[in-house]
């Protein structure tokens, strides 16, 4: 019987992706060069409006956001960072003289059940011409269409690849979807090249070439955990230990006996809730093994660290949806903590900051919004949108068409002007903010050996 591992359908989905993107750029790159649009920031905005002042009738701009719930640490940013954003961009004479105004509605647990009544009350009650997110879980794209029926803006960052099948086999009829972030997979074969390249650089050499895999059971950490098991072969690495943990998991003792008595050099944790994640690390460096920790995006919350403390410096962590340590995002981040506070998490409301941006250009390009209803003017909205290149907190957002997903930094592109950079950071001192590792040029510090590896 033969070893090989089949791809999984993510895996599939990204290959043919990746190739169809070379053809389709190739034939269309012509056209679209002169309808592309370079926004190096925001200001942008002020230069379409030329002076005008915002007022008169407000453009209802919605959100559904867990405001409540399991994951309201990040709905509460998400929330925050449309307020400061729509501030703004009424400060720069709104679209085109019209000021934004923010409507929220609480997706509570998400899913299906809770994330479409929270749209369709956005649509019906409060008229919104857009919606732009953070993230939602458990919806799997079955909200894509409550938007295509009202005919809005959709931008949201739930990091999916099923939003590529969706969109991409029928472009005109979701033509308002956005996804502002690239799909989880590509944090799979990035995470592989990143380990690769860390040694490759001298920083670190491996005890072994061995990682160990461990997933919660929702589709984003399965599919990262499944993009990991897939290109093992292709970087080098061998499974020493695939586990599926039941979550919430607040206790960790049967996974880290497993990992002790075979201990990889990597141990890769692709569940991602801040608090389970803590609480690993908790009982992982009383008696560790020598083994790089890398986790999936819970250690941006600042909530990791608080309740992880002095545990979790050393945890290698990475993420596509989080402000750059640049001029950027650095002004953010002081705009986003004098407003609302040190504890305020900058890094995770940068995701519909910068959608709130790139909405607002677009729109202004376009002549304006359109309500829901009104298809042809919103059409034009998401044509000046696809063919926006905009440089915000989250580094350069180029859209996949006819996706129309976000394409990631380097791991799709090699050209750091055309893809949102996949970041990699690490938690040096859990009392402030970690620093990011990786890639070039977007790096502000170096790696640093965790303090439970022997040197």
Not at 120 to 125: G, V
Not at 151 to 163: A, K, M, R
Not at 167 to 192: I, Q, R, S
Not at 287 to 304: D, K, R
Request: glycine share 10%; with cysteine; net charge negative.
């Amino acid at each position: 019987m033969s070893n090989k591992r089949i791809p999984s359908d993510a895996t599939r989905i990204a290959r043919r992706m990746l190739a169809d993107e070379g053809r389709r750029r190739f034939l269309k790159g012509a056209g679209l060069a002169g309808l592309g649009v370079l926004a190096a920031s925001s200001g942008t905005l002020a230069t379409i409006n030329d002076g005008a002042k915002a007022q008169g009738e407000p453009i209802p701009l919605g959100s559904g956001v867990p405001i409540t719930g399991w994951a309201a640490a990040d709905g509460i940013e998400y929330k925050r960072a449309n307020e400061i954003a729509c501030d703004e961009i009424n400060a720069m004479g709104g679209i085109l003289g019209r000021p934004v105004e923010p409507v929220f509605e609480d997706t509570k647990e998400m899913g299906a059940p809770n994330i479409i009544p929270a749209f369709q009350r956005l649509i019906d009650r409060h008229n919104v011409h857009a919606i732009i997110n953070g993230y939602n879980t458990g919806a799997v794209t079955a909200e894509y269409d409550t938007i295509a029926d009202a005919g809005i803006i959709y931008i949201h960052h739930n990091t999916d690849i099923v939003h590529h099948e969706t969109v991409g086999n029928d472009p005109e009829t979701y033509f308002g979807v956005f996804m502002g972030d690239p799909a989880e997979y590509w944090y799979g074969p990035g995470l592989l090249q990143f380990l690769n390249d860390l040694e490759d650089s001298g920083q670190y050499e491996y005890p072994n070439k061995k990682i160990a895999i461990v997933t919660g059971s929702q589709n984003y950490s399965v599919t990262i955990a499944h993009a990991i098991r897939d290109n093992l072969d292709k970087y080098g690495w061998a499974e020493s230990l695939y586990e599926t943990v039941v979550i919430p998991i607040s206790e960790w003792g049967p996974t880290l006996q497993k990992l002790r008595d075979d201990p990889p050099a990597v141990i890769a944790i692709t569940h991602w809730v801040p608090q389970d994640l803590a609480q690993f690390c908790i009982q992982f460096t009383p008696s560790p093994t020598n083994s790089l920790v890398y986790m999936q995006y819970g250690p941006s919350l600042a909530a990791f660290r608080e309740i992880g403390e002095q545990h979790t410096e050393g945890v290698l962590y990475s993420t596509v949806v989080a402000a750059l340590q640049d001029e950027i995002g650095n002004e953010f981040g002081k705009r986003y903590k004098a407003r609302f506070g040190d504890a305020a998490s900058h890094l995770v409301g940068a995701l519909p900051y910068d959608g709130c941006h790139m909405w607002a250009i677009a729109a202004a390009l376009a002549g304006g919004t359109g309500e829901p209803g009104n298809f042809e003017q919103n059409q034009k909205v998401a044509d000046r949108l696809r063919n926006l290149i905009y440089r915000g907190t989250l580094g350069a957002t180029a859209w996949m068409l006819p996706e129309q997903a976000a394409r990631p930094y380097p791991d799709a592109t090699r050209d750091p002007s055309l893809g949102m950079p996949h970041q990699y950071l690490q938690i040096q001192d859990w009392k402030r903010d970690p620093d990011l590792i990786a890639p070039s040029p977007y790096e502000t510090s170096s790696f640093k050996l965790p303090p439970w590896i022997e040197a």
